[in-house]
Nanobody, 124 residues
Framework: QVQLVESGGGLVQAGGSLRLSCAVS????????MGWFRQAPGKEREFVTG????????DYADSVKGRFTISRDNAKNTVYLTMNSLKPEDTAVYYC?????????????????WGQGTQVTVSS
């Protein structure tokens, strides 16, 4: 049984930082790409960032480029999202997804498993 468990969300002031973690169990973590998506109230889930299975390739949505960094530790079966210079519009539930292949992708249907989500709230 594949499980993804996110942690690290919370309330932060604009300009602040947070680091999210997503621990994966039940599959060979290093074989698959990982990604982070977010969903704000009343909006669809949107791509934030993705990382290939080796970590050599990353992709970012324009809205977070230069502020967010995705990384992974294959020895710990964990993917991270470091978020700096947070803005109120970053407020959302953040989900990590485990890909169906080793390539990073923005396509939501190419993620096979999802975590339960962690709330990030940025106050102005």
């Amino acid at each position: 049984q594949v499980q993804l468990v996110e942690s690290g969300g919370g309330l932060v002031q604009a300009g602040g930082s947070l680091r999210l973690s997503c621990a994966v169990s039940g599959r060979t973590f290093s074989n698959y790409a990982m990604g982070w998506f977010r969903q704000a109230p009343g909006k669809e889930r949107e791509f934030v960032t993705g990382i290939s299975r080796s970590g050599s390739s990353t992709d970012y949505a324009d809205s977070v480029k230069g502020r967010f960094t995705i990384s992974r530790d294959n020895a710990k079966n964990t993917v991270y999202l470091t978020m700096n210079s947070l803005k109120p519009e970053d407020t959302a539930v953040y989900y990590c997804g485990a890909g169906r292949s080793g390539r990073t992708t923005r396509v939501i249907y190419e993620y096979a498993y999802w975590g339960q989500g962690t709330q990030v709230t940025v106050s102005s």
